[in-house]
């Protein structure tokens, strides 16, 4: 049986897990952000609220931990576009504050989505925006949270010669591998729901250390599917499979992919759609693996959290759904 293990208050809008620390960060409608721990140290059993502060003058869309070897920090994303970065810091008071760090400013596009990814250098952050762009900010000195560059700046699309006006885009979703092999360090997927199809589907991108420059190495669609809105994306941790997993969420279902290890002389990682997903009513919202890579969670509109996993054979099935306050089905 399902326990219920924190209550949030009204107009929470969104939350992120910190697995390293077992503490949730809480995003709401008023910019506010409240972070969470568990009750006794280890335990995931109940969680009280430790802190809150005002973040943001506007509803805040996500909230992201940093990788926990950078210290505890929250990356916040407004509505309004704008990013910053939060640092849990110990002064003179007897309880912990947290302060701001660094503040992105909003341009003329919002950010609608960032991922951390920990590379062999650096800590990057990347960032999916209104205009279909993609941007990679770098941090230059791990001891200063506050000196980060943008290291590359490009338009989400294969064909890189070609120009393509700016879309609109409603939402984007991001997510690094999660490897730890040095030929995957830096690479990261990205999907947009936009107006325009050649910015939509999910590409894979990885930075070529020769030439210092981003490339787009692989793309999760087949060609039925590549101007389809995006709504999720998700990479599995790779426990020992011979390929990586990714789930696609869009209107049609969750996709599942396998993505090769292994470039061909091209420099290209061979795809392979291996299931479709169904059950959900409505758009789905989001994707989230468990740590061993086995289990894929998804949530959106129509209120269900549902769990999936492949048997033996590689055939994948709906393990569990349960709603809000509701024992899960089997």
Request: proline share 5%; hydrophobic share 40%.
């Amino acid at each position: 049986m399902e326990k219920r293990v924190a209550a949030l208050d009204e107009g929470a809008l969104c939350c992120g897990w910190n697995y390293c620390g077992r503490r949730i960060a809480v995003g709401f409608d008023d910019g506010r952000i409240a972070v969470h721990d568990s009750a006794e140290p280890g335990s995931t059993t109940s969680f009280t609220r430790t802190n809150q502060w005002p973040a943001h003058g506007a509803k805040i869309r996500n909230v992201i931990w940093a990788p926990p070897v950078y210290g505890d920090v929250i990356a916040s994303i407004c509505l309004d576009g704008t990013i910053s970065l939060w640092e849990e810091t110990q002064e003179d008071t007897e309880n912990p504050i947290w302060k701001l760090c660094k503040l992105f400013e909003g341009e003329k596009s919002k950010v609608l989505d960032i991922q951390f990814g920990v590379c062999t250098t650096s800590l990057k952050l990347v960032a999916a925006c209104s205009d279909g762009t993609v941007k990679i900010y770098e941090l230059l000195d791990p001891l200063e949270l506050k000196t980060w560059q943008l290291q590359a700046e490009f338009q989400n699309v294969t064909d890189s010669a070609s120009r393509f006006e700016k879309p609109t885009c409603i939402s984007a979703s991001v997510a690094w591998s999660p490897r730890r092999g040095d030929e995957h360090l830096s690479i990261f997927v990205v999907g947009f729901s936009a107006d325009s199809p050649q910015i939509n589907s999910p590409k894979i991108w990885e930075f070529d250390e020769i030439h210092q420059r981003w490339l787009a190495i692989a793309e999760l669609a087949l060609p039925e599917d590549q101007g389809d809105r995006v709504h999720a994306v998700a990479w599995a941790p790779n426990i020992g499979r011979p390929y990586d997993l990714i789930a696609v969420a869009t209107c049609k279902g969750i996709a599942i992919w396998h993505l090769g290890l292994t470039p061909d002389t091209g420099g290209r990682l061979s795809t392979e759609k291996v299931a479709l997903l169904s059950g959900h009513d409505g758009e789905v919202w989001q994707l989230e693996w468990d740590m061993s890579g086995m289990t894929l969670a998804s949530t959106g509109g129509d209120g269900a959290v549902r769990l999936w996993q492949s048997n033996l054979n590689g055939v994948w099935h709906e393990q569990a759904v349960f709603h809000c306050g509701e024992t899960p089905e089997q």
